[in-house]
């Protein structure tokens, strides 16, 4: 990272309060600078020496206790913040948001910011659906907050509604967006394949690989915060789908296969991060397989390369890319599989190491392309993500 980016999170009374604690972690860890003020009443929920801790600054909720050693640190915190997140903002903080009332610490600096701000509600349901609060909210929009839809589930009073606060992988993505957000692909479509098929040999037993869909989110997220428009299709896996991204979940090479040609009509890049079985039992049977004695052989069927089929349809203004994952002869084999599947890139990755393939957050891998082959090193799969696009970008201009 560059320069170091100042983020400010504005905690309000909310029971979900808890679940920012991540999101000021995240942050700091990743080399953002991060700043958290609070309600008094988000106070009683979380306690700032919790955010203190977390962000390595004073979490301030007063704007005379003196904590600060800067009289005017609202003026100060929100000037400079690149984005402001507030979360989970209760009614009453969107509320006085939206009518530039400014009595507190919270308010008082994020009406001081002029960057892109986040707001994440969590109410109960009939204060959220309150008429109220519903003009509010749209207040907020029209003057270029962000809002981050709240979910629906189980409340703290016990009811079960809308009102639930954003889980915290959304809010990430939503920040990472505002603050490292560029317009590289703005105006272009991504489609993006994740995770591993699942392919059934009976109701109870399938076969799958070990793929976690992490490079592939970790694509479709920097797609989306590099500004393209991004529809996700991903086998089952146990990662939330990145915030803004259209995401459409399939099992079997077979539906993945459905799900993928009919959007790639319309995509300017597509990107088959997925690991796809080569091979799916030739029958599957209706109920659960006895067992009896002897050995058992299964018959296999190839499924259809994905990846092949849509090189085959000679799009000459979409970009595609593939993934090669190999044990040995890497590049060689890589370097097949761009010509043999008609892809623009490969994004050949080994899985030698323990910090690279399935499973974990970074990678390294080569970029095959017909003009050559570059190495990346080992970086996390959100930079990798970021890198694969931006070379995917400029390959068919
Ligand atoms: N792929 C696909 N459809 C399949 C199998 C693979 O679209 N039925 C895509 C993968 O998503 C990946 C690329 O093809 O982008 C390469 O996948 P990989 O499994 O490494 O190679 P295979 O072509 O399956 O060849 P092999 O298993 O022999 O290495």
Do not use: W
Request: aromatic share 4%; proline share 3%.
């Amino acid at each position: 990272m560059s320069e170091k980016k100042n983020l400010l999170i504005g905690v309000t009374g909310g029971i979900a309060a808890y679940k920012v604690c991540e999101v000021a972690s995240y942050f700091t860890k990743k080399g953002v600078n991060v700043n958290v003020v609070m309600t008094e009443h988000g106070a009683e929920f979380v306690a700032p020496l919790t955010f203190e801790a977390l962000t390595k600054n004073p979490c301030l909720t007063s704007l005379f206790d003196g904590k600060s050693a800067d009289p005017v640190a609202h003026v100060n915190l929100g000037r400079t913040a690149d984005a402001v997140l507030v979360a989970p903002a209760t009614a009453n903080v969107i509320a006085k948001l939206a009518n530039g009332i400014a009595d507190d610490m919270l308010t008082s600096t994020v009406l001081a910011a002029s960057c892109k701000k986040l707001v994440a509600p969590a109410m109960f349901t009939g204060m959220l659906e309150n008429p109220a609060t519903q003009r509010n909210i749209e207040q907020l929009r029209r003057d270029g907050f962000e809002i981050i839809e709240p979910e629906s589930g189980r409340l703290a009073c016990g009811a079960v509604g809308s009102g639930r606060l954003a889980e915290p992988a959304e809010l990430i993505s939503a920040v990472e967006e505002a603050l490292f957000g560029s317009d590289e692909l703005k105006g272009k479509r991504v489609l993006v394949t994740a995770g591993p098929t699942r392919e059934e040999i009976d109701p109870v037993r399938y076969i799958t690989n070990r793929s976690s869909g992490k490079m592939g989110y970790a694509i479709a997220k920097a797609a989306k915060a590099m500004g393209a428009e991004v529809e996700l299709v991903s086998g089952k896996t146990e990662l939330l789908p990145p915030y803004g991204v259209s995401t459409v979940f399939v099992s079997s090479a077979e539906d993945m296969y459905n799900a993928v040609m009919n959007r790639a009509q319309k995509a300017d890049i597509v990107v088959m991060a997925a690991a796809v079985a080569d091979y799916t039992p030739a029958e599957k049977a209706e109920q659960k397989m006895k067992k009896s004695d002897g050995e058992l052989s299964l018959s296999l069927t190839r499924t259809k390369d994905i990846l092949a089929a849509l090189g085959e349809e000679n799009n000459e203004h979409r970009v595609l890319v593939g993934f090669s994952m190999e044990t040995e002869n890497l590049i060689e084999n890589s370097r097949k599989k761009l010509h043999s599947k008609n892809a623009d890139m490969i994004v050949a990755n080994s899985i030698a190491s323990e910090n690279t393939g399935f499973g974990v957050d970074t990678n390294a891998a080569v970029l095959i392309t017909a003009s050559g082959e570059a190495e990346t090193g080992l970086m996390t799969k959100d930079e990798l993500a970021r890198l694969i696009l931006e070379k995917a970008a400029v390959l068919k201009k």
